[in-house]
């Protein structure tokens, strides 16, 4: 084995921990002659404290790859390597360990909605294995803060119904960023909020990363937020097609 072969969850030859390794990654929907193949060939390489943005058009396949990533979807053909664990084949227990491992802030915001804002973050520690075992007091003070960071602090009690949509997906990031997840997939993550809230959120993307290391991929059409990004990849027809 190489240097470049170095698998995801080990160190690489520049010394940094390698969290998502794919190689030759193909996916179609659809099967026999009415298959469509929407990723071709994709190879990507994702470092502890890097993050990614992800381009490209409408329906080039960047929802697909990232719920690839987080072993939403299985995954057909090629190899995907993330936090150690090959997905290609992986059984349940294997994509249940990883998706508790990862943090995730899609666009249906999927809140509990008989949970509060404060419950709902709670919900995101209770089952990170890094919180295992922890007190109920503790995770409280910890979705609190959270929800202090995304601007939320006078709203930790209100229910999703009471919160308007920015709200809502403010509520999202902060249960998937309190876990501090060694790995965030987030799609279209500021699509919902103004400007400022949009800035503060991927500040503290780039905090995850700098003081957890974090591997962090984000979707986005977002501009004004392309600057957070270590690298900036574009998927054209299913095709990685730039890498900057
Ligand atoms: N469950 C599915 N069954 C069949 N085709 C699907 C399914 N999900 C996505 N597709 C198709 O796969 C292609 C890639 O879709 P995907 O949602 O990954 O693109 P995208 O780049 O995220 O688009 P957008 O920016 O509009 O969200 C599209 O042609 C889409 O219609």
């Not at 190689?23 to 470092?47: C, M, P, R, Y």
């Not at 999927?110 to 995770?139: C, D, H, I």
């Not at 930790?156 to 309190?178: D, F, N, T, W």
């Amino acid at each position: 084995m190489g240097p470049l072969d170095t698998a995801a969850g080990s160190p690489d030859h520049t010394g940094r921990e390698l969290r998502i390794k794919v190689q030759h990654l193909n996916h179609w929907f659809g099967e026999g002659d009415t298959a469509k193949q929407v990723l071709t060939d994709i190879n990507l390489s994702v470092h502890a404290g890097e993050i990614v943005i992800l381009t490209g058009p409408s329906g080039s396949g960047k929802t697909t790859l990232l719920t690839m990533l987080g072993g939403l979807r299985a995954a057909q053909s090629g190899s995907l390597r993330v936090l150690g664990e090959e997905l290609l084949e992986a059984d349940n227990t294997t994509l249940t360990r990883l998706r508790r491992q990862a943090g995730f802030i899609f666009q249906a915001h999927n809140l509990l909605p008989y949970l509060t804002a404060l419950e709902n973050v709670r919900f995101g520690l209770e089952v990170s294995p890094v919180w295992l075992g922890q007190g109920r007091l503790a995770m409280d003070d910890c979705a609190a803060a959270m929800l202090g960071h995304v601007g939320l602090g006078e709203r930790v009690h209100y229910y999703p119904e009471k919160l308007s949509g920015g709200q809502k997906q403010r509520v999202a990031i902060a249960r998937a960023l309190a876990p501090s997840p060694r790995l965030l997939l987030a799609d279209e993550p500021t699509a919902a909020l103004d400007k400022t809230s949009g800035r503060d959120v991927v500040d503290l993307f780039r905090q995850l990363a700098d003081s957890h290391g974090a591997a962090i991929v984000m979707v986005t059409h977002d501009n004004k937020i392309l600057d957070i990004a270590d690298r900036v990849v574009n998927l054209e027809d299913g095709r990685l097609v730039a890498s900057a």
